[in-house]
């Protein structure tokens, strides 16, 4: 799948993933704890899940992650019958979640199940070392070559667990989706994003560009979909094949059946995906079509100010990209140019907002309802440790 995801950071993005709605929408939108400030953000309890709604169709829910910020803490076990996550996050953690499962998966076999499986193995501050002598990273950045170690070493735990699964009879009548919540940036865009190697505080394709992989021997075939999608769909899409309604109506993604069995899909067909990111003093939005992005700031929030960088604070209330042209987004464009399409862009996130709210919700973020108290010192280490708190 060509896919994008709806945030650029952690929490939002598992949000939306798991609800199939907009991060402005689900309490999570921003990123949950705010320089100094004590009150962070949660899950809006009263939305259903991903979990919420396997549950109530006789499917035992699971999830085995690696905690941080993917973690009761901020609501994301809703629905989960069982939620564990690392009691001491660590970015090598598959291999252990993966067993995790497997033994879970075996204990409750005959059972239709939902297994939520997370891992920080491919994450700051890339501390994985597993691969760092193979001779052909030797000229890359330490960095760069950890994060690729990351991937692969990834992709041969996942190769493991599915080997597992058809050993255990539960491969073929199982649907597997690979994704992730976000990018990451290495270095492209330092003089803009103001940070290196991260994620959070840009929409430039290293960083909201995802994986997305829809895997299900018994119905699919193997095909590349090269339309632009997002996270949002995913549930929408998992509901569509398994033939079971949302309790909650409306989701703001689309299914991507008809993509994905290549059925003729009518023009209305979403062609754009659509990106929120209220972080470090600004609360901006994103449409990133085939061939141009937009990026709009709707709101300057001086609560961040304290952890705002510089640059972003100069952030001009549009940017635009012809990413025909200029695929790496380096250029600026002349705005004048490019008025028609810039027009388009911001008509389709008035009708976005018409019918979901979302500039109006990433207008007054702090009307929404945050959990008093802050974090307790335990979470805070916890996120301290994958690279999120200083
Ligand atoms: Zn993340």
Redesign the pocket.
Known sequence: MNAFTNAP??PP?HASLLTGLYPSKTGLFIFPEIGSHQDYYYLNQEIDTMADIHSDNNYLSTAFTGGG?VSKAIGLNKGFYSFVENESPTTNDLLQNCTNALDWIEKNRGFKFFLFLHTYEI?RPYNHHYFSEIKEYYKMPHTKASYDSGILYTDLVLDIFIKELKRMKAYDNTIIIITS??GETHDEHNNISGYTYN?GGSFFDEEIKVPLIFHYPLKFKPKKVNKIVGLVDVLPTLLDILKINSRSGELDGDSLLPLINGERINSSFRDYVFVESPAYGLSRCCIRTENYKLIKVIKRIEIFEEDANKSLSNHPSILFYDLKLDPLERKRVDLLRYKKEIEKLENLINLLNTKHNVIELLKFPFKLKMKKGGLSDKEKEKLRSLGYLK
């Open positions: 950071s952690t993005a910020w994450h919540d976000h994620h």
